[in-house]
T-cell receptor, first 113, second 111 residues
């Protein structure tokens, strides 16, 4: 039971570098989400995709882009990384239409120097 | 204004104590309320409640929803140090909107 798989688990970048965080789910969920979580703080939604082919901004979208590649995969891209983007990133998925629980990946710990 | 409010924000108890965590929410287009536990990793799902007055139970944890008063409680009996975590409440509203999370309650259980 893989559930939601995120890669990589850890990454260190220099300011200005770009990278893509990958997320895949094998539960046939229609909705997928990207969150960031800073130390001692709650989850903040970056972007989400309610269904294949759609994406929408969340609470903190600036500096990020997303791609819903297909029903399984939802990637998050940092075009020009900044130290303020140092955080733990969680991908999640859910069958929104069936009102099912949301499941999270294990997270990517990203440090930007 | 926050749509989902959890209280208390933090709590320290001794092993064996019983704790009650609270979550209140806005009513408009409510579908369900979910509880998650987050240790030093990703949140893990505990319960989902859709109907008022029906208790969900798993071992020492239980939860109930009051749709009239717009709140839910999560009870943990005979707490153990392994219960130390942040407990998150989230509400699902109708439409395409994502879950709305509260800020969480940080529970520390000391021996």
């Amino acid at each position: 039971n893989a559930g939601v798989t995120q890669t990589p688990k850890f990454q260190v970048l220099k300011t200005g570098q770009s990278m893509t965080l990958q997320c895949a789910q094998d539960m046939n969920h229609n909705s997928m989400y990207w969150y960031r979580q800073d130390p001692g703080m709650g989850l903040r939604l970056i972007y989400y995709s309610a269904s294949e082919g759609t994406t929408d901004k969340g609470e903190v979208p600036n500096g990020y882009n997303v791609s819903r590649l297909n029903k399984r995969e939802f990637s998050l891209r940092l075009e020009s990384a900044a130290p303020s983007q140092t955080s733990v990133y969680f991908c999640a998925s859910r069958d929104h239409w069936e009102n099912q629980p949301q499941h999270f990946g294990d997270g990517t710990r990203l440090s930007i120097l | 204004e926050d749509k989902v409010v959890q209280s208390p924000l933090s709590l320290v108890v001794h092993e064996g104590d019983t704790v009650t965590l609270n979550c209140s929410y806005e009513v408009t287009n409510f579908r369900s309320l979910l509880w998650y536990k987050q240790e030093k990793k990703a949140p893990t799902f505990l319960f989902m409640l859709t109907s008022s007055g029906i208790e969900k139970k798993s071992g020492r944890l239980s939860s109930i929803l009051d749709k009239k008063e717009l709140f839910s409680i999560l009870n943990i009996t005979a707490t153990q140090t392994g219960d130390s975590a942040v407990y998150l409440c989230a509400v699902s509203y109708s439409g395409n909107t994502p879950l709305v999370f509260g800020k969480g309650t940080r529970l520390s259980v000391i021996a």
